[in-house]
């Protein structure tokens, strides 16, 4: 069974950071591309950032530059979101999905799996 299951999410204070995971199974993660996004309370899903097979970040969030790193570890079958300086605009529930190819497509409609989220939130 295909699955992706995100973890890491949590309370954090203002300037701190938080790790994501994103552990797949049912398919072989090196063949690949995966995308972390997010969905704040009463908005639309946004795209964060993907990573291609060959390991090659495409930032869709210009407010996380710098800040938010991803990576992956396709003999663990992981990708991972490093999220440094978070600041109260970046709670929402994040979510990874597999994009359909081993490129970063830079549409919604190019990712066919999707986890089922994990709660960031930034507060005092």
């Known amino acids: 069974q295909l699955q992706l299951v995100e973890s890491g999410g949590g309370l954090v204070q203002p300037g701190g950071s938080l790790r994501l995971s994103c552990v797949a199974s049912?398919?072989?993660?090196?063949?690949?591309?995966i995308g972390w996004f997010r969905q704040a309370t009463g908005k639309g899903r946004e795209g964060v950032t993907c990573?291609?097979?060959?390991?090659?970040?495409?930032n869709y969030l210009d407010s996380v530059k710098g800040r938010f790193t991803i990576s992956r570890d396709d003999a663990k079958n992981t990708v991972y979101l490093q999220m440094n300086s978070l600041a109260p605009e970046d709670t929402a529930v994040y979510y990874c999905?597999?994009?359909?190819?081993?490129?970063?497509?830079?549409?919604?409609?190019?990712?066919?799996?999707w986890g089922q989220g994990t709660q960031v939130t930034v507060s005092s």
């Open positions: 049912g398919f072989a993660l090196d063949f690949y591309a």
């Open positions: 999905a597999r994009e359909q190819g081993p490129y970063c497509s830079g549409s919604v409609r190019g990712f066919d799996y």
């Open positions: 990573i291609s097979t060959r390991g090659d970040p495409t």
